[in-house]
């Protein structure tokens, strides 16, 4: 018999209950108790939504991120943290987001932790911190007691724990300590939560070690040996788990490891099915994730059976099912959605349906594809009127990208020769400022979208109102005296969802929510069909914008890469295919804000990072075709026009020769927290065209001074000739407020007029 099990449950709840409970206890809205009961109630609830499995995991949910959860686990809270008062929940409250709750007195002393990607999604972690002094201890009641909250409902339960190895891994050495060294005591710790974890009933245990996925070193690969050959005399099973890519070098470790069962994606591992089946010794049980846990489309059923089919009779019990990874990154029902279209809905899966595949495979191998037949036809159905329907293939769409050509990506002259036609058609001071797009999206502004949604405003009056914030906008920055405007995005809820939404080819949901780091989620559209440009989108806001003021009001849009990354997208084409459609598509947008006199345009790339794979070999083509849908989204203009990009972050050393590659005439960046380190990457590349850092940190309240930009800027200048430099904010100003942007956009052109009147004094040769 095939087993079935899931190796974690989205936590944020159907519609967001755990958000809500969140955001009211740390408001002090609701009690301690009350946030701990809905905790409670929603572990139930998804527990009785994965009963239809032969083991539900147990330890998946969290308060706030599951490694911040490891390290109160493991006891490894940060000292700043342990020394203030109040209970464990403050504390770790404090470690997640600096504060316990709204009136916590001792948060202005203690600054969260950090938090970054969890490997190559969207979800966020909190770092473990780590240094010499690091001792761990085991503090497993809060689990323990949620197992026998589970096995008191009837559920069979797997808890379900983040590996030692991938903890050090994802953890940060905040001295000079090797994080290895810390190894031998972590073991320990591990070899008292298996025990505790016998005691407590466990029969299997999942041990998540996901950087198996992952380029490793010799001293990490042996790190895993040495961590399991210790945890194997240890009384439960271990499935060890891996995911999010293949295991390539690392496959053979993975097979050899003495535990009792190995996961695998087979979705992205696919590949790798056989190779581990004959390396796997024969008493080991093989977990397939066949159920893809990344994105929402429907799987084949059929054809999946016939791969598994003689999988199983060759592994027989052996063979577990399950999803390719936890499924904390895929909404959690479809069937919350009212307004979905019914045809495209009938091609998705959530979290809930994906378990049901699970259930249906499983059916099918164990009584034979009989047992399920009426399940299996109508995913065979929906399968073929996605293949077939004639809302997904546009075949001009397709002719158009197959006839994409390079000279479309190539701008008609060089750098220098565009800069100089540029500045004759657009006179800017030197160190010219400018902003990246959004100005604060105010509680009128929002009203009037949520107004709009809801009927009980017009499109007209909707307009109308925008226009206003349009108008408002330019007049504030023109008392700010900033050299190239912008609208201020206020028509834009979400830089993806508003462009998504007025190309074909996109769609949207009311609960489509994914956790992004603690109480805040996205709501990724979905990409079902070829992507086209309908109308133009933006030209209506930013020329009433323009035509209100003689300075330069540049146009803003998405690129197609972020649209991309962005977005839950086609897996019935390659990415690469969907990213060119989105390009031509951004390329007409650019085209329309030309003709319609736009001077200035900007091609956001924020998440063109993010999309970078997890191992480095795999990079060179990413940002290959990456670099090409940008190039043909923006390059296809006159050289009077001037293509800005903008990126949200800072670690820029390792791509710097793909950005130069895009070619934009400028580009702003993240930067003012890295103290302008990351134009060290500028030390040795020498970056041809122009380039904002950004020298007001908009994540925070603080107000730049006037010194600390010159100061910032003139580090800027040790590398990049003035020339081309240009004085801009890290980011859009969307989250911050108009009594925080003025006096810093005001301290932001006070330092750019004393630079260019101070130019000689440090110019660089
Ligand atoms: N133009 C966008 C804005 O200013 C860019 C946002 C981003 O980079 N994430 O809001
Ligand atoms: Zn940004």
């Not at 995991?57 to 490891?70: A, N, Q, R």
């Not at 943290?81 to 404090?94: I, T």
């Not at 380029?215 to 499935?239: C, G, N, S």
């Not at 999803?323 to 904390?328: D, H, N, Q, T």
Request: proline share 4%; hydrophobic share 40%.
């Amino acid at each position: 018999m095939v087993t079935t099990h899931n190796l974690g449950f989205p936590r944020i709840g159907r519609k967001r209950e755990l958000k809500f409970a969140l955001e009211s206890y740390w408001k002090k809205a609701i009690s301690q108790e009350d946030l701990l009961k809905t905790a409670r109630e929603l572990r139930s609830r998804h527990w009785r939504d994965q009963s239809k499995l032969d083991w539900v995991p147990v330890g998946d949910f969290s308060l706030y991120d599951h490694v911040l959860d490891t390290s109160f686990l493991l006891g490894n809270v940060p000292e700043r943290m342990r020394v203030l008062s109040g209970a464990k929940l403050d504390h770790y409250f404090r470690a997640a987001r600096g504060r316990a709750a709204a009136d916590d007195a001792d948060s202005c002393r203690v600054n969260a932790s950090e938090m970054t990607k969890w490997f190559d999604t969207n979800y966020h972690y909190i770092v473990p911190e780590l240094d010499k002094k690091t001792r761990f201890s085991l503090h497993a009641d809060p689990l323990l007691q949620q197992i026998a909250d589970a096995r008191r409902h009837g559920f069979r339960v797997k808890p379900v724990i983040l590996g030692p190895v991938t903890y050090l891994w994802l953890g940060k050495s905040k001295d000079d300590t090797h994080k290895l060294e810390l190894l031998d005591d972590l073991i320990s710790v591990y070899a008292q939560l298996l025990n505790a974890l016998k005691l407590a009933g466990c029969e299997w245990v999942q041990v998540d070690e996901p950087i198996l996925t992952m380029e490793l070193e010799q001293d990490w690969q042996h790190a895993l040996r040495k961590a399991y050959y210790q945890l194997q005399t240890l009384p439960v099973k271990l499935m060890l788990t891996t995911y999010f890519g293949q295991l390539q070098n690392n496959l053979q470790l993975a097979c050899e490891l003495p535990v009792d069962g190995l996961h695998l994606d087979a979705v992205s591992a696919r590949d790798e099915v056989t190779s581990v089946i004959d390396w796997l010794p024969s008493h080991k049980v093989l977990s397939l994730g066949v159920i893809n846990g990344r994105n929402i489309w429907k799987a084949h059923l059929n054809t999946l059976l016939e791969w598994l089919e003689p999988i199983h009779r060759v592994l027989q019990d052996r063979l577990w099912l399950a999803p390719s990874c936890s499924l904390l990154h895929v909404p959690v029902d479809l069937s919350s959605e009212q307004t979905l279209d019914e045809e495209i809905c009938s091609w998705l899966a959530f979290a809930i349906q994906k378990l049901n595949e699970i259930d249906v495979l499983a059916k099918a191998l164990n009584h034979g594809r009989s047992s399920v037949s009426f399940q299996l036809e109508k995913n065979s159905n929906a399968l073929n009127s996605r293949a077939q329907s004639n809302r997904v293939c546009q075949p001009a769409v397709k002719l158009r990208v197959q006839n994409i050509s390079d000279a479309m990506g190539v701008r008609k002259s060089s750098y220098i020769e565009r800069a100089a036609k540029q500045r004759e058609k657009i006179s800017l001071p030197l160190f010219p400022t400018t902003t990246i797009g959004s100005f604060p999206q105010t509680q009128t502004i929002r009203q009037a979208r949520l107004d709009l949604r809801n009927s009980r405003l017009s499109q007209q009056a909707y307009r109308q109102l925008m226009q206003k914030e349009i108008e408002t906008c330019i007049r504030e920055q023109e008392v700010l005296e900033l050299d190239v405007l912008v609208h201020g995005e206020p028509e834009r809820n979400d830089m993806v969802e508003y462009f998504g939404e007025q190309l074909a080819g996109y769609t949207f949901t009311q609960f489509g929510w994914v956790q992004s780091y603690g109480s805040r989620c996205v709501k990724p559209p979905i990409i079902y069909g070829d992507v086209a440009h309908t109308h133009p989108i933006s030209t209506e806001w930013i020329g009433y914008a323009q035509s209100l003021t003689r300075k330069p009001v540049k146009g803003m849009l998405t690129g197609p890469v972020t649209m991309l990354n962005w977005s839950f997208v086609r897996d019935d084409q390659p990415k690469v295919q969907t990213c060119m459609q989105l390009a031509l598509a951004v390329r007409d947008e650019v085209h329309a804000l030309e003709k319609a006199g736009i001077r200035i345009i900007q091609i956001d790339e924020a998440a063109l990072r993010e999309g970078l794979p997890l191992r480095k070999s795999q990079w060179k083509t990413y940002l290959e075709w990456a670099v090409r849908a940008f190039r043909i989204a923006a390059n296809g203009v006159q050289d009077t026009t001037q293509i800005h990009t903008h990126m949200c972050y800072s670690e820029f050393n390792d791509i710097i020769e793909a950005i130069a590659a895009m070619d934009a005439d400028v580009i702003t960046i993240e930067n003012s927290r890295s103290d302008m380190e990351l134009l060290n990457a500028f030390d040795q590349f020498h970056y041809p065209n122009e380039i904002g850092p950004g020298v007001y940190d908009i994540h925070s309240p603080n107000i730049p001074s006037v010194d600390s930009i010159i100061d910032l800027m003139k580090k800027a200048a040790q590398r990049i000739p003035v020339e081309r430099l240009w004085v801009n904010p890290d980011c859009g100003l969307k989250t911050r407020s108009w009594d925080e942007v003025r006096p810093a956009l005001r301290n932001m052109v006070a330092a750019s007029r004393y630079l260019a009147s101070h130019l000689k004094t440090f110019r660089v040769s």
